[in-house]
């Protein structure tokens, strides 16, 4: 179970050691007997929430792959099956893939997991708090997925709350948790601004962000809303303004989503308006500004909305709208600012005091937010076995001696994961 910043390279963290243990151990023959229909037996299986990070996982894995005997495919919904199918019939070794559309194609008996040596959840706790439980547990536990002990299992997050990890080592055993940087919180990269704007303001004050923002921020610009309904309506905005925008929502189609981000990264339409959809694992080059239109409900997702700009060493700007509708996260936006060594604006302090004498709590909405334990400097990354142990030890999976704790279990997991 590892944790780092956003932006910080997770993906190569986990696709360069599965790739050379692949390349010592070479390619596993497919069981006898395979049945009516031409099947994959992939070595390792790399599930992750959305298409776009599914997609952009596998794109990073072709790179990697080139004139090596190992052949990368994804899969996921939304967009023509039969196109999969082929791809797979060609040879599949390292697969990406969103868990409905694997599980689809398990039971049309076109993928077969007995041969998996590998595990990867990216993105695993929003995985695990979004609804796909069910579809996982079944592809790890009811399918031909080799056991716990057969395998190698990677969970990899920005944030891993307490909640999250009680839920995830069901899929592991004796793991290590290994946390490396400032986990959870911001990067320092990150100038983040918040000003206090109703509701009603939004739309005109966004557009004085937008036209006031200097040369370093004249990038690619995400704005984040919490609805579909929003998104496309701001968007609309956006244009009637003037200001080039797309928009990318789960009610669009594959096809729609694609070509969004492709216009986004190009530059042709340098504003994209996003949802959820878009706060995870994205690394899109040149987003040098992201702006919180509405807050989400969780901390979390602030963390992972914001980290989308200042990656891989880079600087940004994140800029959100406040108001007294958000009230509930004051408290926890005043820490992540503190820790990442950002101005605190003072009607922020104020509002978190009122919450503190009216009886509201830290958390975070979708009661997630008040189960973390403390901040530490760690937020989101916290080992909960180092205060749980004694409690939790009881379901099996809580004995092991390993605790992360900043760069201190990279030896041990390096020489136990691989």
């Not at 780092?4 to 390619?27: R, Y």
Request: aromatic share 8%.
């Amino acid at each position: 179970m590892a944790c780092a910043q956003t932006g910080s390279g997770k993906t190569g963290g986990f696709l360069f050691p599965i790739l050379n243990m692949a390349f010592k151990e070479g390619p596993s023959p497919p069981p006898a007997n395979p049945g009516l229909y031409r099947k994959a037996y992939p070595i390792a299986l790399i599930l992750a929430p959305t298409r776009e990070l599914v997609s952009q996982i596998h794109e990073e894995a072709r790179k990697f792959c080139y004139r090596a005997w190992t052949r990368p495919c994804c899969v996921y919904g939304g967009t023509d099956i039969g196109s999969q199918l082929r791809q797979i019939e060609r040879g599949c070794d390292i697969l990406s893939a969103t868990p409905g559309r694997l599980v689809d194609l398990i039971e049309r008996d076109r993928i077969s997991l007995a041969n998996i040596r590998y595990l990867v959840l990216d993105e695993a706790d929003r995985m695990l708090d979004m609804g796909f439980e069910p579809q996982i547990r079944q592809i790890v536990e009811r399918e031909d997925m080799p056991g716990v002990d057969d395998r190698t299992t990677l969970m990899f997050s920005a944030t891993f709350p307490r909640d999250i990890q009680l839920l995830a080592r069901d899929f592991l055993k004796e793991y290590i948790f290994l946390s490396v940087g400032r986990v959870g919180s911001t990067s320092e990269n990150i100038t983040q601004r918040v000003e206090f704007v109703e509701d009603s303001d939004k739309n005109s004050v966004l557009l004085d962000v937008l036209s006031s923002a200097p040369e370093s921020e004249k990038g690619l610009t995400l704005v984040f809303v919490e609805t579909k309904r929003s998104a496309d309506a701001l968007c609309r905005f956006l244009t009637q303004n003037r200001f080039p925008a797309t928009a990318i929502h789960g009610d669009r189609s594959q096809r729609e989503r694609e070509q969004a981000l492709a216009s986004f990264r190009s530059g042709r339409t340098p504003i994209m308006v996003a949802t959820a959809v878009a706060a995870r694992g994205l690394d899109i080059p040149n987003v040098s500004h992201v702006i919180n239109c509405d807050l989400p409900s969780d901390l979390d997702d602030y963390v992972h909305r914001i980290g989308r700009t200042g990656r891989a060493g880079n600087t940004g700007t994140a800029t959100t709208f406040f108001n007294r509708g958000n009230r509930n996260l004051a408290s926890g936006l005043i820490d992540l600012l503190k820790e990442a060594k950002q101005e605190t604006p003072a009607f922020l302090a104020e509002i978190a005091q009122e919450n503190s004498f009216g009886g509201y709590g830290r958390g975070g909405g979708r009661g997630r937010g008040g189960n973390r334990g403390g901040r530490g400097g760690n937020f989101g990354g916290r080992d909960f076995r180092k205060s749980n142990y004694s409690s939790h030890s009881s379901r099996g999976f809580g004995d092991s001696p390993y605790s992360g704790g900043g760069f201190s279990a990279t030896n041990a997991a390096s020489e136990s994961w691989f």
